[in-house]
């Protein structure tokens, strides 16, 4: 079946750090990435869709400039957060959608739980 | 804007059938999922079934669609304490739009 491999797992960091999260699609390729931020008890929060070669779509409220996404290839999508805070501790998941012909589900990344001190 | 409601718990005891209940609004989507979420992991992907399907069954699992009524339900067989998870429904084309999820209890 679809495997995407995420990296890293955890992080653990300082205040004002950068962090870097990779999305990798390993027996597929993935034309389209999401990124999703998941609250405690919550529900997923998509922050961004990522289009290989292009440019990602941010969701109503998610700053671009904090959250840097690049999908340079067909089987890698980075975020990086950039300047990290407390706030922004969470579970990032990203998922990944195969191309070709007929829609495909989402196949999801094992997430990655940051933490910000 | 468009919305997928489940209910956020459910006990069963072990042994007996789960039923997993989700309605949802948007009635142009043409895939919906069902995901499972273990504590402190990712999401699995457990079925999906198209929109112009009424019933699929893996396994232990039995997706049932009600277009009619927008609402979908997953059905788990023979409940063991393993399915103990969150279950999270998601509709939509391209975009998913997610319920809440239910955190399924497994009673001894």
């Known amino acids: 079946g679809a495997v995407v491999s995420q990296h890293p797992s955890r992080v653990i960091c300082k205040s004002g750090t950068s962090v870097k999260i990779e999305c990798r699609s390993l027996?597929?390729?993935?034309?389209?990435m999401f990124w999703y931020r998941q609250f405690p008890k919550q529900s997923l929060m998509l922050m961004a869709t990522s289009n290989e070669g292009s440019k990602a779509t941010y969701e109503q409220g998610v700053e671009k400039d904090k959250f840097l996404i690049n999908h340079a290839s067909l089987t890698l999508s980075t975020l990086t957060v950039t300047s990290a805070h407390p706030e922004d501790s969470s579970f990032y998941i990203c998922?990944?959608?195969?191309?070709?012909?007929?829609?495909?589900?989402?196949?999801f990344g094992d997430g990655t739980r940051l933490s910000i001190l | 804007g468009e919305d997928v409601e489940q209910s956020l718990f459910l006990s069963v005891r072990e042994g007996d059938s789960s039923v997993i209940n989700c309605t949802y609004t948007?009635?142009?989507?043409?895939?919906l999922y069902w995901y499972k979420q273990e504590p402190g992991a990712g999401l699995q992907l457990l079925t999906y079934?198209?929109?112009n399907m009424d019933m699929k069954q893996d396994q232990r699992l039995t997706v049932l669609l009600n277009k009619k009524d927008k609402h979908l339900s997953l059905r788990i067989a023979d409940t063991q304490t393993g399915d103990s998870a969150i279950y999270f429904c998601a509709v939509g084309n391209y975009q998913l739009i997610w319920g809440a999820g239910t955190k399924l209890i497994i009673k001894p």
């Open positions: 948007d009635s142009s989507s043409t895939y």
């Open positions: 079934i198209f929109s």
């Open positions: 998922s990944a959608k195969p191309g070709g012909s007929g829609n495909q589900p989402q196949h």
């Open positions: 027996d597929f390729q993935a034309t389209t």
